[in-house]
């Protein structure tokens, strides 16, 4: 069918984002050729005329770009095949709809073009209104509205066309949502037509021999590879710029063809397509040995503006190994890996003995960063703007070893900060934030450090009432352990902050747990004014009954005797001016649960639920000289409303503003 060889090969134009220029599409015409592959198939999902209007025609000025496309394939032995993607709205049984896909391809038949592909991937399909009544199944009327096109391009084009399909099924994890669609797809669809499949999975590993026999059996034919090993529209931080691997050279046996779906930048494809190349031509492939020689054939591209400044084949390896694929670092980025790790595990007063490893580390960053200068002055600009914004993060971070060996070196004690990387513009940004809440494991499992088997939030129940007070105690001299400040009556601080929620308040009181037990709380209260009239009137006449009998003043401590004092006389702060912060709240955690996040999470649930409960907005108390804890409720948007003594009375002063004392803060609800 194509000229030279049985398999389709080339490249798919198939990703999400920006689409390719006018000159990078004929560019890429001509590397094909230059590889031995013979296909390049138009389908960028963001050209709208491709997907979102599929049955919108296209324009004179867009069909002279496209007709130019199509002769610039032909001039360098490439097949040029157009993709429809009707199936966002699509009615298969309506003649008007096929109509409309088929004026759509003879547009493009009129400009030259023989070779088509109807997709009918990432969407979501139904059968509604006519559709059910015609067809038993998605398949079906799929395959109905394929074969229709089929025979209409088949009858109007005047050379052999190839036709191919991309199911709603086309990897091995979307089978169970559509049980049967591939074996009726198969059975129903013409046996000319190919059919596209990306592998077990979207991204495939490893495209292996018994997978591909099972989806011959199925589709009743040999597949396509659509693949998608390097593309990175998914997971625009990344770029892939290795060479094809995982596809032995048995697949082509049990394929029709392999078509590389590749990375968004095109300039960055060259070593992907080189390799695809020779993988196609090589029964004895070799990746590594198809990565070298793509790159002496990639040098010239990096020639630069400067005499003396050169780009050698071992520097653009480099450059690749950072850039490698989806599941693989190159082996120069893992040896650079490896040399920071080292560095890192060692303890920094032994460096002056480590002198090799420091000797080392401190070279290959340093020439990471010397790469990155000399590439500025590369004459391919668009090569250059395609790869500085992925180089820029490696070079960084290179910038930051350096930084840390010189701070060990010279004998610096404490913790290290570099100026040139400060929090919030380093590795800042809400996708590092999103990116933090969950870890993944090596077997692909991912865990969240709160939903984590270590630790779990949980409703408040009676059981652990002494926990919760244990847990105040722990916390109550500013964060730290408050076991000394109260020796005789260790109950008492938390009777004063947490038992009257946890009798009066259970549906806002949540706890922490790991594996040794309860480690945390935070408990809320709807309406504070409800609150503090039942503690006055019945809580805290309960509490203070055993404390009439309490041991004799001199034996106390000066926290034991104000908490007492509290109890006995209590003096509620909620003045006229926190009205429109009805709730409040209290939270603690103990050492072992803190700076892992668990605290954001927890108070951003407590936060959800005194909301969706109605609060128009919450208050709480926290000592002034517990910065960590202002620090803290500042992100959640909490801002300083008063700052009282211990009486309650206002903070007036300078004298008094320095001392420790009560901060109120407050939050609204919008």
Request: proline share 4%; hydrophobic share 35%; net charge negative.
């Amino acid at each position: 069918r194509i000229r030279g060889t049985n398999m389709i090969s080339g490249v798919i134009e198939g990703f999400y984002g920006r689409p390719w220029t006018q000159q990078q599409r004929i560019d890429l015409t001509q590397l094909l050729n230059q590889n031995g592959l013979n296909t390049y198939m138009y389908a960028p999902k963001d050209d709208d005329k491709h997907r979102a209007y599929w049955s919108v025609p296209y324009d004179q000025s867009e069909l002279s770009m496209l007709e130019n496309l199509v002769t610039n394939a032909k001039l360098n032995n490439t097949k040029f095949v157009y993709s429809l993607a009707p199936g966002l709205g699509v009615r298969h049984s309506s003649e008007q709809d096929l109509q409309l896909a088929k004026d759509k391809l003879s547009q493009l038949i009129n400009i030259g073009c023989n070779d088509f592909a109807i997709l009918w991937d990432d969407i979501h399909p139904n059968l509604i209104g006519e559709d059910a009544n015609k067809f038993q199944s998605v398949a079906e009327a799929q395959s109905y509205f394929t074969n229709e096109l089929y025979e209409f391009v088949i009858h109007n084009t005047s050379e052999e066309s190839i036709f191919l399909l991309c199911p709603t099924v086309y990897c091995n994890i979307m089978e169970p949502e559509h049980e049967g669609y591939l074996d009726i797809l198969g059975n129903t669809l013409d046996k000319n037509i190919y059919v596209l499949w990306t592998g077990y999975d979207i991204i495939t590993k490893e495209i292996k021999i018994e997978n591909l026999e099972r989806i011959i059996g199925k589709i009743q034919r040999k597949p396509v590879i659509w693949d998608n090993y390097f593309a990175n529209d998914y997971d625009q931080r990344r770029l892939y710029m290795g060479p094809l691997l995982g596809r032995s050279n048995e697949v082509k046996h049990y394929i029709s063809g392999l078509l590389i779906n590749p990375n968004n930048e095109y300039e960055t494809n060259f070593v992907p397509i080189t390799t695809l190349g020779e993988w196609i031509s090589d029964d004895q492939y070799d990746p590594y040995e198809a990565e070298l020689k793509a790159i002496q054939k990639w040098l010239p591209y990096f020639e630069t503006s400067k005499d003396d400044v050169v780009l050698t084949e071992k520097d653009i390896q480099l450059i690749i190994h950072f850039l490698y694929g989806p599941y693989h670092n190159g082996k120069l980025a893992d040896n650079y890996k490896s040399q920071m790790k080292s560095l890192l595990a060692a303890n920094p007063t032994h460096f002056q003995y480590l002198q090799s490893l420091i000797d080392l580390a401190n070279e290959s960053s340093k020439s990471i960063i010397d790469i990155f200068n000399r590439l500025a002055y590369i004459k391919n600009r668009e090569l250059f703007y395609s790869l500085s914004g992925y180089l820029w993060g490696i070079k960084e971070e290179a910038f930051l070893y350096t930084q840390y060996i010189e701070h060990c070196l010279n004998g610096e004690s404490g913790r290290f900060f570099s100026p040139y990387h400060n929090k919030g513009t380093y590795r800042g940004g809400f996708l590092s934030e999103l990116l933090e809440l969950f870890k993944q494991n090596e077997d692909g499992s991912l865990i969240s450090d709160v939903t984590s088997s270590e630790f779990k939030i949980i409703p408040y129940e009676d059981k652990y009432e002494n926990d919760l007070l244990e847990i105040c105690l722990k916390t109550g001299d500013n964060g730290a352990d408050g076991s000394h400040l109260f020796p005789n009556f260790p109950k008492i601080i938390g009777q004063r902050w947490v038992g009257p929620y946890l009798e009066h308040e259970k549906n806002f009181a949540f706890m922490l747990q790991d594996d040794i037990g309860i480690c945390g709380y935070v408990l809320g209260c709807l309406d504070t004014k409800t609150l503090y009239k039942t503690m006055v009137e019945d809580y805290f006449p309960k509490v203070s009954a055993f404390y009439d009998t309490a041991t004799p003043s001199e034996a106390l401590t000066k926290d034991e005797i104000e908490y007492i004092d509290m109890i006995k006389k209590p003096s509620l702060f909620y003045p006229y001016s926190l009205a429109r912060f009805s709730s409040h709240l209290h939270i603690d955690l103990l050492e072992r649960a803190q700076g892992r996040g668990l605290g954001t999470v927890m108070l951003s649930q407590l936060l959800m639920a005194l909301e969706s409960a109605g609060s128009d907005g919450i208050f709480l108390e926290c000592s002034s000289v517990n910065h960590r804890a202002i620090r803290f409720y500042e992100k959640f948007g909490f801002f300083e409303l008063a700052r009282n003594n211990d009486d309650n009375t206002p903070v007036t002063t300078t004298e008094q503003r320095e001392a420790p004392h009560t901060l109120v803060m407050g939050k609204t609800f919008m």
